[in-house]
């Protein structure tokens, strides 16, 4: 079967970017509540410019819950964490990436205390209507992904980790990645590769295209090495924060499936897994991967609507390999979609919630990824 030649192309950034920055920081907190109730509700968003930080929302749980996470300091040391994690501060290499976690300036707004009388018992519910989108290809070697995202974030994943390796005191923690690849199905080849790393006035520009080279070439392994551009608009010395602003939520089409797949409109961190942006955004990508052959050139796209109060999703529409498949609709809606039953099997995530704002929900182990 022949295909067609066309192009995808796809971004990822690094997790001292100010929006994924935020993600984590937000994530870091809804983790740190559901550790000590497992029904607490956080909806959290965070802004942050310089060192200055707002943190609003609002977070509820049992009453013994409330009071531990008090007792541990609340919000804010984790989001000095988050700063930490990303990479500002001193390096090893004895180089200073502000700002520093503790000169952050963080003002809460938060609707912070125990669930009002039987709201937790209601939490199986609806709390807001969504859209909610899931994607799945069929090659389980790209992690089911559209192969200009899995790029993007596997090239993201070696510049953080060569980092230390090749260019501590020289690279900072923000950056970001642009991938083009040539998609012709199942084949699909690296073209073009466009970074942008953060680094100091001094830094050795030899040794950031150095990184840029390794980190794209050892995340193209198996593929034909692309073109790789690096900082084509000059010096970038102003780093995360002091850069741009920051907010939490914004990065929607890099945490989803990139520009070729449509989106249902609501962030996922900063949302417990109750909250039905994130819990029907993962329970859409675990249909699709059911929807998919492996081995088979095709690709899934399942899309659900939430109605407030609702006890589970209407699956609106299935399509395989761009077209509407009815016989896999009807497989799918015998099966238990409560949000009970949705939540119950993903409240037992594994990964640390800011591991996976930064790299993407959709990595194996999941249970959404489960077949």
């Not at 070696?158 to 199942?186: F, Q, Y």
């Not at 692309?226 to 608009?233: C, F, G």
Request: charged fraction near 25%.
């Amino acid at each position: 079967m022949q295909h067609e030649r066309r192009y995808e192309t796809a971004e990822h950034v690094l997790p001292g970017h100010p929006d994924k920055l935020c993600d984590a920081a937000v994530d870091g907190i809804v983790d740190a509540l559901r550790q000590l109730d497992p029904k607490a509700q956080c909806g959290l968003e965070m802004a942050c410019v310089f060192n200055e930080v707002v943190l609003t929302g609002r977070i509820a749980a049992c009453e013994e819950a409330i009071t531990k996470f008090q007792e541990q300091g609340g919000c804010k040391p984790l989001i000095r964490k988050a700063y930490q994690n990303a990479g500002y501060g001193t390096d090893e290499g004895g180089m200073d990436w502000k700002p520093f976690s503790g000169e952050l300036s963080i003002r809460e707004h938060l609707c912070l205390g125990p669930f009002e009388e039987e709201e937790r018992d209601l939490r199986h519910l609806s709390d807001d209507q969504a859209i909610c989108v899931g994607y799945a290809s069929a090659d389980a070697g790209i992690d089911h992904l559209p192969p200009a995202v899995w790029l993007a974030r596997r090239i993201a994943r070696k510049l953080v980790e060569l980092r230390s390796e090749i260019a501590l005191g020289h690279v900072g923690p923000d950056g970001k990645v642009l991938v083009r690849v040539e998609n012709g199905g199942r084949r699909w080849k690296p073209v073009h590769v466009s970074l942008s790393l953060s680094h100091h006035v001094q830094s050795d520009w030899l040794m950031l295209r150095r990184l840029g080279e390794a980190a794209v070439e050892t995340a193209c392994s198996g593929h034909s090495t692309p073109e790789v551009s690096l900082n084509r608009a000059g010096m970038f010395i102003s780093v995360g924060p002091n850069g741009d602003n920051g907010l939490s939520g914004k990065k929607l089409v890099v945490d989803a499936y990139g520009p070729g797949v449509p989106i249902g409109g609501g962030a996922w961190s900063g949302k417990d897994f109750h909250k039905v942006d994130r819990l029907g955004g993962l329970l859409a990508r675990k249909l699709a991967r059911q929807c998919v052959t492996p081995g088979r050139d095709q690709d899934a796209l399942v899309t659900l609507e939430y109605h407030p109060g609702a006890e589970a999703p209407n699956i609106v529409g299935v399509r395989i390999a761009g077209q509407p498949c009815t016989d896999a609709l009807s497989s799918l809606l015998p099966r238990d979609l409560s949000n009970s039953m949705v939540w119950a099997s993903f409240k037992g995530c594994p990964v640390p919630l800011p591991e996976l704002a930064l790299w993407g929900h959709q990595q194996s182990g999941m249970p959404w990824e489960n077949e």
